[in-house]
């Protein structure tokens, strides 16, 4: 049975909000397109530190580039409750290693699901660390992400690190079409691949393919 994440959000805000709570939010950032929406959004409810940690990024200057635009994002905006950031260890080796042997597969596949989960695992691990509330990714606004998959591993490590994960479909709403305009707005570096080695490839290939 498909879950509908958005509506089960939206009944823990309003419990919240009935309650007069602010909790503290752990929340994995692929991004700063994606995570503009996401921290507009959120940030009305939670205390929020953002975590970019993504080891898949590669090369290097394009994970410089896309860390530097997060912070940029983060000093342009206010914000109801504070948003802080935390910048995660750079262990490129990481992904390589989890990546070894699935190097052909399609994205979208098994590769990708191996990799929200090293993601995630280290974000449930420094939102136990941190004592954290909740934790969550901004991942599933991207239309090309499977939401379920990323609440599935979410529902796992939760139950592993005992903090609870925030359930998540931030492309309702309008939130994917939101990121946009809110990047036309701030400026926004918007990259045309995922931020891997091999999601890069396909997108060369499809743009030979055009020409």
Known sequence: ???????VLDKILEKLQ???KVPRLFLHSCCAPCSSYVLEYLSEYFEITL???????SPEEEYKKRVEEQRRYIEARKFVHPVTFIEGN????????????????????ERCFACYRLRL???????????????????TIS????????NEIGRELAEIYKVPVLPSDFKKKNGYQRS????????????????????????ERRRELRI
């Open 180 to 203: 946009v305009q809110l990047s036309r707005e701030y400026g926004l570096y918007r990259q045309d691949y995922c931020g891997c080695v091999f999601s890069k490839r396909e997108m």
């Open 90 to 109: 750079y262990c490129p080796e990481k992904f390589f290693k989890m990546a070894r042997g699935m190097e052909e597969v399609p994205e979208g596949g």
């Open 143 to 150: 239309p090309l992400k499977n939401a379920e998959k990323l």
């Open 1 to 7: 049975m498909n879950v509908n994440y958005q509506k």
């Open 121 to 139: 695992e280290e974000t449930a691990r420094m939102a136990y660390e941190g004592g954290y509330d909740y934790f969550t990714t901004t991942l």
């Open 18 to 20: 009935a309650e007069q």
């Open 51 to 57: 975590f970019y940690y993504n080891p898949n990024i």
